[in-house]
Nanobody, 124 residues
Framework: QLGVVESGGGSVQAGGPLRLSCVAP??????MGWFRQAPGQEREGAAAIGTGGGNTAYAESVKGRFTISQDNAKRTMYLEMNSLKPEDTGVYYC???????????????????WGQGTQVTVSS
């Protein structure tokens, strides 16, 4: 399994911003995504991007607040999070997949490579 590495988590007050980064070194991806998992909850998809065409997908809960982007030259994906809410708290995971087929970009089963996760804590 080829690895991806996240960075950029931390603690922030509600309403504030954070930016997460994810590097997929050494291999070409077709799809990259951000997932999050709150304590006691299942891992859920937040945002995803097709690394070729730049198409994106967002969960309804983050639309208008989160923006996913990429720098292909750096093999890096970003998640800009604005207007953060306490319910955004959780461990955020970067995921990647090199396989070029459809499927639901916000489902965990679509991805074959996962990072270790980075904690995001939003306080009220």
């Amino acid at each position: 399994q080829l690895g991806v590495v996240e960075s950029g988590g931390g603690s922030v007050q509600a309403g504030g911003p954070l930016r997460l980064s994810c590097v997929a070194p050494g291999y070409r991806t077709y799809l990259m995504g951000w997932f999050r998992q709150a304590p006691g909850q299942e891992r859920e998809g937040a945002a995803a991007i097709g690394t070729g065409g730049g198409n994106t997908a967002y969960a309804e809960s983050v639309k208008g607040r989160f923006t996913i982007s990429q720098d292909n030259a750096k093999r890096t994906m970003y998640l800009e999070m604005n207007s953060l809410k306490p319910e955004d708290t959780g461990v955020y995971y970067c995921a990647a997949d090199w396989r070029s087929y459809g499927g639901d970009w916000l489902e965990t089963e679509r991805y074959n490579s996962w990072g270790q996760g980075t904690q995001v804590t939003v306080s009220s």
